[in-house]
């Protein structure tokens, strides 16, 4: 007979996170709720409240979460490296894993952008958030030889062409082509 989770400790705070933004990009953030996300996880309510004292610190802490996770560890992951140009091909593949976590990468994207549009202090967390991306990769693409203009325009070329790629992702395999989003990435690096 396997173990299954019962236990208010047998589940970490991660683990509530990533359900809970699982939960974001399949129905948006009314579908992030503490009795569904237990039922899911097969645990009790409790062990919720260990973790969290109520269902506005989970919101505060998906953000968080994805600022962490999803922006800082890609950022990280590619800091190894040896040249800018490294780099940014390395993240840039990164953000085309359409899975992390077992999260559809792209629909949790659009979630939070739909959850920012609704919401100003969400909105306000992303926009910091994407402040961060755009800034690595302006960067990375001054370091890579770009002119200072040349780097922040090619930054948010960039950004706003994954977040379109995302996009499509949802309604039209045929133009969310990765391989062209990685051809677009080396046309900015040359």
């Known amino acids: ?9 047998d589940l970490s705070s991660q683990d509530w996170l ?10 948006g953030v009314e579908a ?8 899911k996880l097969g645990v ?6 260990w973790h969290f004292k109520d269902r506005a610190q989970l919101l505060a802490a998906i953000l968080d979460f994805w600022a962490a996770d999803f922006t800082q560890q890609l950022i990280d992951n590619a ?9 940014l091909r390395h993240l840039a593949g990164q953000a085309l894993i359409k899975t992390a976590l077992g999260i559809d990468s792209a629909r949790a994207e659009a979630a ?3 959850w920012a549009a609704t919401d100003p202090r ?6 910091t958030i ?31 062409a994954l977040l379109g790629l995302y996009t499509a992702r949802g309604y039209n395999q045929d133009l969310a082509d990765d391989d062209a989003y990685l051809a677009l990435v080396d046309m900015i690096l040359e």
């Open 1 to 9: 007979m396997s173990k299954q989770k019962t236990a208010t400790k």
């Open 18 to 27: 990533v359900a809970a933004v699982a939960a974001l990009a399949g129905g």
């Open 32 to 39: 992030v709720k503490v009795e569904p996300l237990a039922k």
């Open 44 to 49: 009790s309510k409790g062990s919720f409240y």
């Open 79 to 87: 800091a190894g490296l040896a040249t800018p140009k490294e780099r």
């Open 112 to 114: 939070m952008q739909a």
């Open 122 to 127: 969400v909105g306000a967390r992303l926009c």
């Open 130 to 160: 994407d402040a961060a991306r755009v800034g690595y990769l302006e960067t990375e693409l001054l370091d890579s030889g770009l002119t200072v203009s040349k780097a922040r325009t090619g930054a948010k070329v960039l950004y706003l």
